[in-house]
């Protein structure tokens, strides 16, 4: 089985976003917890990027493990997320 890359960057950018969505709703629960998050501060454009590569490590090692158990088909895939 062939790992399809473009596949791989397409989840990859929709973790990342589906992320991002997910932790600006909680804003305010992180503000109450981080007392950086209080203060004001933004995330700086270095720690995005670095985001996004560790997304995409991510998801290509998830492609990689997908392919060497054999995951074809929906059986699979529940297999592997139990």
């Known amino acids: 089985m062939k790992i ?3 596949a791989v960057l397409v989840a990859s950018i929709a973790a990342f976003v589906f992320s991002s969505v ?3 709703l ?9 007392p950086a998050a209080a203060a004001g501060t933004k995330p700086s454009l270095t720690k995005g990027l ?4 560790r997304t995409i ?3 290509f090692v998830l492609a990689h493990l997908i392919r ?5 088909d929906l059986k699979s895939a529940v297999m592997l997320a139990f």
Request: net charge neutral; hydrophobic share 50%; proline share 0%.
């Open 4 to 6: 399809h890359y473009w």
């Open 22 to 24: 997910y932790y600006s």
């Open 26 to 34: 909680l804003a305010n629960v992180w503000r109450a917890v981080d």
């Open 50 to 53: 670095i985001e996004i590569a």
């Open 57 to 59: 490590v991510i998801s």
């Open 68 to 72: 060497r158990l054999g995951g074809t």
